[in-house]
Each structure stands twice: as structure tokens, then as C-alpha cells.
């Protein structure tokens, strides 16, 4: 563990950020240490990182590392990091967001992200609430649970984030949770490995809020929730049906090779300049 | 990279196609949009161009998006803009905060058209000057400039890219559908005429870099990403280091800034022309294409022995509030034409402070005031 902190720090802009704004016992610390550690592992030099996030818990965290950060506007980081990528292709662009920021207010430029496919990592953690805010209903709150604008119980449909993704031509799509987080590590990896757009959800819990207003308990008892409802997709073929039901898949859900746009944008200026 | 040598050439070209080759005679090498008349042809020309010059063009989902991917580019070291007109000059209020904000460079250019909402995508209006004054919300220091010719097209794109840079702010260039769509002869300057002006760059070791550094001429020294000088940028009120505050002192230092660096610098950024100003008792103010209608309305006058003058502001914003409070002390009549019910009118009227007569010439039914009318206006009024 003092290993693992090791690491962690020296990625931190401890000296001037922390403490952090995060509850004791929110999920996205442990995901920041995971992007973190995939990071480190893949040995990508601090100055060449971007992360670039919107508005919100999640997105508060380019705050605290220590690489380009770009805190953007509600719901368009993904838009800020299609700039930034173009711009300059070798810089390696991270995008942080929550299930709010990128699929209510930021839902258009998230399809249109899946879809043009330029080589960006999108790490989307869903709490199924708006945190920040306070508690109140997301596009990704369960039927008939209890958020504060939706107090009689939430009657719309939630998103499912990974299908979304593959619909809208996400080439790389992936779901972990904060419970597993050796595995959500090796899946950020992939993923910023991966020459495309590349899309992480990761299942992350807010007892402060949801928990609370949905008697789910504390963070302990959510992270249970989390360790007893994922299924990793190698082991989703060996289990009866049945025990799939309300359960959800984790692991690479989808891995397909599309032409990436920056690489196809470089085609274009060669043949605008004549060079093919 | 292939170098542009844009030669000194006459060719007969389309406003907007002047903007798209004022932007890259600038040092624009990223254009992100989103369809829109009366401007897509700035777009179309610079997907075309673009790449030639080793730039790169995007097509985005909307103009939210479009300025987003603009402000990206910009930070990451490449100059950028995006070009729209009134329904999505609106969409784009939210990142020019952000920009002005943030103190990114970037340049949008509004070829105005007929509103509210959806309005009239295809006829004149100026009824965005206020828009691009106090669109965003917040405390906001806007610098809009304001072509009347094809040639002005090019060169005022030129000079926001170069203001731009100079002061860290997005600049807004305010044209219209008539501008935009009107074909000019242009005789373009060799590229060794056009003064450019690059963002400064730090010259601290990244460890005492200071994004956002408070310094006497309230601009700051900007790093790109990737530079080596790791930094957070944020929307959020923030201290020179860019990470957010909530300090009070710190928070007005950081507004004061944003004000200042326009406020202290009118004289660098405004740019006025006048006709027959210096004995005129009547003064026509307007600006964009209705000044062309008002200097021929004012030669009319001269003709007709009234001492009619031009005053035409190239940069709406800042407003001259200097320069105007003494012309107004000279002049018995001001008339302000513009084609919208009013808006410029009221910076006359606040600077005037009742020194003189203030009258409003307006039109917004989609046709454009014409010298006659402004003529029979200053016949009246005088």
C-alpha cells in the first residue's frame, strides 16, 4: 500500500490542491489512483498528458494531478479535448466526466465523440446522480428511484452508457467499478493504449446523496453492492440467465478497429497539398 | 508546413471568403464551425484551405461544440476560430465567458442576420451590437470589430487575430449578411505587409510559471500544453497559479484583470473613421455597412452646404467613451443609424450626458437604410 501511494504522489499536486472536495468514502479518489497507476504503467511522460474535464464531483479531479489540466464547461469536455487533440495529436488526452455531465447536458457531443472517433480516452463515472448538485435525478438514475427533483420516485428510462457508446460507433468500449480496482486499472490502460476513441465507465456509488435518499446504506455497503452485482463478461457465458437478471457486465465490452480521425485528417492534408 | 504567400494580387471575392483568407493570412491553423447562413461560406472555404496549409478544419455537432474545440486548439498552441451568425452566435455565449475567462485567444466572427430567434437567416440586421457587448453572463469586457467592405473583411480578421493574441481574450468580428455576401475587388498585400502579432511566451523556469500571472500590462505570458509547463485552466473565478478560489481579494484581483487589460488599452484596440469631422455641426454615427450608406448621405449634405460629418467606429466595443464626449461637446446633432430599434444609441446617450441632441435612425424590417434616408434625416433634424 505505501507502495501504491508512492506512485500515486508524485502524480499529485499535493502541495497546493488537497485536501480534496470529495465525501470520505467516494469512489473517485480510488478511480483517480487507477488512472493514475495506468498512467505510471504505460511510462507517459507527466508534460505529454491532457485531462480535460466538465462540471461536477468526477470532474474536479484534473485539479488535483499534476498534468495539463483543462476544467471546461458542463457537459463539453469531450468537445474541449476534440481542439486539443486535433491541435496537437501527439499529446495523449484524457477526458473526465460523470454520467450527468456527459449524457444529459453533454449528451450530443458524447454520440458525436463515439462517432467521428478520435483518438481520446473517456473515462465516464456514473453514480447515477448529480452529486454537486445535490442529489437530484440523472439520466442514469434507475426506474422508480428516489432522487430530490424526482421525490415520488424517477418514472423515466435510464441509459444504458456501454450500448449508447457501441451505437453511436465507440470502437473501444469498457465498464469496471470502484470495487474492482486492479482490474479497472488494466482496463484504463487498454484503453489509452487503444488508437480510437475509447470509452471506460466505471460504477461508482454516492452515499452521501443516493445512497441516502435511496436506503442503500453507506459506502461500504454500496461497494458490497458493486462486488455482488458485476460480472465479468469472460464469466457472463457460464452463468444461468437468471442470475443475469439486474446484474451488470464488466470488463472490455466492445473492440472493434475504425480509421482514426486524426490519422485520416493527415491523409487530407497530404492529398490537399498534393502530396498523394 | 507549407508557407502561405498570399500575393499582392486584385481578385473580385465574397466577404466571407475575405474573412477565411484574413484568417489564414493571420496565422489561423484550426477552424471548428457548424452550418449557418448567412456565414458558412467562411467554413466551406477554410475545409478547403485549411489542410492545404497544413491547418486542420472540423465540422461540429453544434456551436457550443464548434467554440469548445476552438478554446482546445488555442490552448493547445495553434491559433483558432470559428465563424457563426445570430442563433448560434447565441449557442456560443457560453465558451466566450469561458475564453474571456480562461484568457484564451481565439477569434469569432458573427455575420449578423435578422432576429430574434431564428429570425430572418438570410437578410441584414446589426441587431446583435449589444449581444456581443453583454451576451455571456458576468462581468464581461467585449472587443468587436466592425467590417463595412469586402476588404475590411480580411484585414479587420487580420487585427482580431492580432488583438487577440495580443490581450489573451476572444475577439469578435461583427459583420453582416450584406458584407459577408457582397463581392468586392480586394488588392491583397504581400505577406511581408501583414503584421502579425503572436501570443508572449513565458520565459520563467515551468516551476515559477504562472498562468495567469498579475502583472502591469495585464496580460500574461501563455504556455501551450505540452510545452512542458503543466497548468490547470478552469471557468471557475480562480488565482494566478488557475486553480480555483473563493478569496474575495483574490477573486477582484482576477475580475480586475479581465477589465483592465480592455480598459486600460481603448486607445491600442479602438479604431475610428471620421469624415468631415472637423468643422461638422451634425455628426451620423454608424458603423458596418450602414457608415457606407451615411457617407454618401453626408456628402449629399456637404452639397447642400450642412455641415454634415461620418463618424465610424471599426471596433464596436470597447465603446469610445473618450473620443465621443469630446466630439459630443462640439456637435448640435448626432444622428445614430443602424438597423435594429435602438441599440448602439444607447452608448451615445450614455457618454452624451445631455451635451447635445441624440436621434435615432432605425430600420429592421430587413432592408438597408439608404444615403436618402439619412439625408432626409439630417434635412429634418438639423
Known amino acids: 500500500?505505501?507502495?501504491?501511494?508512492?506512485?500515486?504522489?508524485?502524480?499529485?499536486?499535493?502541495?497546493?490542491?488537497?485536501?480534496?472536495?470529495?465525501?470520505?468514502?467516494?469512489?473517485?479518489?480510488?478511480?483517480m489512483g487507477a488512472i493514475i497507476r495506468a498512467i505510471d504503467g504505460l511510462k507517459l511522460p507527466q508534460d505529454d498528458v491532457v485531462m480535460v474535464s466538465g462540471i461536477g464531483c468526477s470532474s474536479r479531479m484534473p485539479v488535483y494531478v499534476d498534468f495539463n489540466t483543462l476544467h471546461a464547461t458542463h457537459g463539453r469536455p469531450l468537445a474541449f479535448a476534440t481542439g486539443v487533440k486535433l491541435a496537437q495529436p501527439n499529446l495523449k488526452v484524457i477526458i473526465i466526466t460523470g454520467d450527468g455531465d456527459a449524457l444529459a447536458i453533454g449528451g450530443n457531443h458524447f454520440i458525436h465523440a463515439c462517432r467521428r472517433n478520435i483518438d481520446l480516452t473517456t473515462i465516464l463515472i456514473n453514480n447515477s446522480t448529480y452529486g454537486m448538485t445535490g442529489g437530484q435525478v440523472a439520466p442514469t438514475t434507475p426506474f422508480m428511484k428516489i432522487g430530490t427533483t424526482a421525490p415520488y420516485g424517477n418514472r423515466e428510462r435510464s441509459f444504458d452508457i456501454a450500448k449508447l457508446a457501441i451505437a453511436?460507433?465507440?470502437?473501444?468500449?469498457?465498464?469496471?467499478?470502484?470495487?474492482?480496482?486492479?482490474?479497472?486499472?488494466?482496463?484504463?490502460?487498454?484503453?489509452?493504449?487503444?488508437?480510437?476513441?475509447?470509452?471506460?465507465?466505471?460504477?461508482?456509488?454516492?452515499?452521501?446523496?443516493?445512497?441516502?435518499?435511496?436506503?442503500?446504506?453507506?459506502?461500504?455497503?454500496?461497494l458490497k453492492w458493486q462486488k455482488e452485482h458485476a460480472i465479468p463478461i469472460s464469466a457472463a457465458g457460464k452463468v444461468p440467465p437468471e442470475k443475469l437478471r439486474g446484474k451488470f457486465l464488466t470488463g472490455v465490452l466492445w473492440d472493434i478497429d475504425f480509421p482514426e480521425y486524426c490519422e485520416e485528417y493527415d491523409k487530407v492534408m497530404a492529398e490537399a497539398q498534393g502530396k498523394m | 508546413m507549407v508557407k502561405t504567400t498570399i500575393q499582392k494580387r486584385e481578385r473580385l471575392i465574397l466577404g466571407n471568403r475575405a474573412c477565411a483568407e484574413g484568417a489564414i493570412a493571420a496565422g489561423c491553423r484550426f477552424f471548428a464551425g457548424y452550418p449557418i447562413t448567412p456565414s458558412t461560406e467562411i467554413a466551406e472555404v477554410l475545409a478547403w484551405e485549411l489542410p492545404k496549409v497544413g491547418g486542420k478544419f472540423i465540422q461540429m455537432e453544434d456551436e457550443i461544440a464548434?467554440?469548445?474545440?476552438?478554446?482546445?486548439?488555442?490552448?493547445?498552441?495553434?491559433?483558432?476560430?470559428?465563424?457563426?451568425?445570430?442563433?448560434?452566435?447565441?449557442?456560443?455565449?457560453?465558451?466566450?465567458?469561458?475564453?474571456?475567462?480562461?484568457?484564451?485567444?481565439?477569434?469569432?466572427?458573427?455575420?449578423?442576420?435578422?432576429?430574434?430567434?431564428?429570425?430572418?437567416?438570410?437578410?441584414?440586421?446589426?441587431?446583435?451590437?449589444?449581444?456581443?457587448?453583454?451576451?455571456?453572463h458576468g462581468d464581461y469586457h467585449a472587443i468587436a470589430l466592425a467590417p463595412s467592405s469586402v476588404a475590411e473583411c480580411f484585414h479587420f480578421t487580420i487585427r482580431a487575430f492580432n488583438l487577440s493574441e495580443k490581450y489573451r481574450t476572444p475577439v469578435i468580428v461583427l459583420t453582416d449578411e450584406v458584407v459577408g455576401h457582397m463581392r468586392e475587388k480586394v488588392t491583397f498585400p504581400e505577406s511581408s505587409e501583414i503584421k502579425i502579432i503572436n501570443r508572449m511566451k513565458p520565459t520563467v523556469h515551468p516551476g515559477w510559471y504562472q498562468h495567469f500571472e498579475v502583472n502591469p500590462h495585464f496580460v500574461s505570458p501563455m504556455a501551450s500544453f505540452g510545452e512542458g509547463y503543466r497548468y490547470n485552466i478552469t471557468g471557475l473565478t480562480h488565482n494566478p497559479d488557475g486553480f480555483p478560489t473563493a478569496r474575495p481579494v483574490a477573486i477582484k484581483e482576477k475580475l480586475d484583470k479581465l477589465k483592465n487589460k480592455i480598459t486600460h488599452n481603448v486607445n491600442d484596440i479602438v479604431e475610428i473613421r471620421e469624415e468631415f469631422m472637423e468643422d461638422a455641426h451634425i455628426a451620423v454615427f454608424a458603423y458596418g455597412i450602414v457608415a457606407r450608406a451615411a457617407r454618401q448621405a453626408v456628402h449629399m449634405a456637404r452639397e447642400k452646404r450642412i455641415k454634415a460629418g461620418l463618424i465610424q467606429p471599426l471596433t464596436v466595443w470597447p465603446f469610445p467613451d473618450v473620443y465621443m464626449e469630446h466630439m459630443l461637446e462640439q456637435l448640435d446633432l448626432v444622428i445614430v443609424a443602424e438597423l435594429n430599434q435602438g441599440q448602439l444609441i444607447r452608448e451615445v446617450m450614455r457618454v452624451n450626458t445631455g451635451k447635445t441632441r441624440v436621434r435615432g435612425l432605425n430600420r429592421y424590417d430587413s432592408e438597408l437604410i439608404?444615403?436618402?434616408?439619412?439625408?432626409?434625416?439630417?434635412?429634418?433634424?438639423?
Open chain 2, 66 to 136: 464548434s467554440l469548445a474545440a476552438v478554446i482546445g486548439a488555442s490552448v493547445a498552441g495553434v491559433k483558432s476560430m470559428t465563424a457563426t451568425s445570430g442563433p448560434g452566435f447565441s449557442l456560443m455565449q457560453e465558451h466566450i465567458g469561458y475564453a474571456f475567462m480562461a484568457e484564451v485567444p481565439c477569434v469569432i466572427v458573427n455575420v449578423q442576420r435578422g432576429g430574434p430567434s431564428t429570425g430572418l437567416p438570410t437578410k441584414i440586421a446589426q441587431a446583435d451590437t449589444m449581444q456581443a457587448r453583454w451576451g455571456t
Open chain 1, 1 to 31: 500500500m505505501a507502495l501504491l501511494s508512492k506512485v500515486t504522489h508524485q502524480y499529485l499536486r499535493t502541495k497546493k490542491q488537497f485536501p480534496n472536495v470529495w465525501c470520505a468514502g467516494c469512489g473517485i479518489g480510488t478511480i
Open chain 1, 168 to 222: 453511436a460507433g465507440a470502437p473501444f468500449v469498457a465498464r469496471g467499478t470502484v470495487y474492482h480496482m486492479v482490474q479497472l486499472r488494466k482496463l484504463v490502460e487498454e484503453a489509452i493504449q487503444k488508437k480510437g476513441f475509447s470509452l471506460v465507465e466505471v460504477i461508482s456509488h454516492c452515499h452521501t446523496l443516493y445512497g441516502r435518499l435511496n436506503k442503500e446504506g453507506g459506502a461500504i455497503e454500496m
Open chain 2, 370 to 382: 439608404t444615403p436618402d434616408q439619412i439625408f432626409q434625416k439630417i434635412r429634418e433634424e438639423k
